[in-house]
């Protein structure tokens, strides 16, 4: 990630837990000196380094894919459909952790097939062990979990065929795995899979889509900082 006017953050204060690597490198090549001529914040997540900078408690958060967040960052960001099939209301899925809207906002898939995609162009911040979850991370700070099924936990990963690790990089539409649809319904188990905003405190949802069929292509809804 390039810096443009990296002389402009002198005197700034960066949350990040330390010295962030290319933003030090960026700053010496600008004649900055990391260590004295800016100011570093120990926050260690995302979500705690963007509160800083909301709070104004930092100039700036450094976030996952070497990205500087500042206030007034409003650029709209597409969330699109991890699997073909039908949307369903948040607030209809069969389970309060998500209809309650508990663990975020946003919008669930009744897929037709079992080919995963992933929603957004990121980094794959979490797997669960039992595979039945994906949390990303975008370049902005912003966290989407994908859950697949209702109290799929209890299958302990079966029927999950999963191509991607912690720590990947994706593009939106890549595919990421294969669900066998059948093996879940076949233990009782619905496949209605939410695909959530999580960190609501600094981010918010636009145009959401709530009705009708999806592929890959479409998106589901738009994120935009608060």
């Avoid at 260590?35 to 380094?49: F, G, I, K, M, P």
């Amino acid at each position: 990630t390039e810096y443009k006017d990296v002389m402009s953050l002198k005197g700034s204060k960066f949350a990040y837990n330390g010295i962030h690597p290319v933003t030090g490198i960026a700053l010496l090549e600008a004649g900055l000196n990391p260590e004295t001529d800016v100011e570093w914040l120990s926050y260690e997540t995302n979500s705690d380094r963007l509160a800083a900078v909301i709070a104004g408690e930092a100039d700036y958060a450094v976030l996952s894919g070497d990205q500087l967040y500042t206030v007034g960052n409003t650029e709209e960001i597409e969330i699109k459909a991890c699997f073909k099939g039908k949307l369903v209301k948040i607030e209809d899925v069969n389970d309060p952790m998500f209809s309650e809207k508990l663990m975020g906002d946003g919008v669930a898939i009744e897929p037709d097939e079992g080919d995963l995609y992933a929603p957004i162009t990121g980094t794959v911040s979490a797997i669960f062990d039992t595979k039945h979850a994906i949390g990303f991370t975008l370049e902005n700070g912003a966290e989407i979990l994908i859950h697949i099924g209702i109290d799929t936990v209890e299958l302990e990963g079966k029927g999950f065929n999963l191509n991607i690790s912690k720590g990947d990089k994706v593009m939106a539409g890549d595919k990421i795995g294969e669900i066998d649809l059948e093996y879940i319904r076949s233990q009782g188990k619905e496949v209605t899979t939410p695909v959530l905003l999580t960190n609501m405190e600094t981010y918010e949802i636009h145009s959401l889509k709530t009705e009708g069929n999806v592929t890959k292509e479409n998106i589901l809804y738009t994120i935009t900082s608060r």
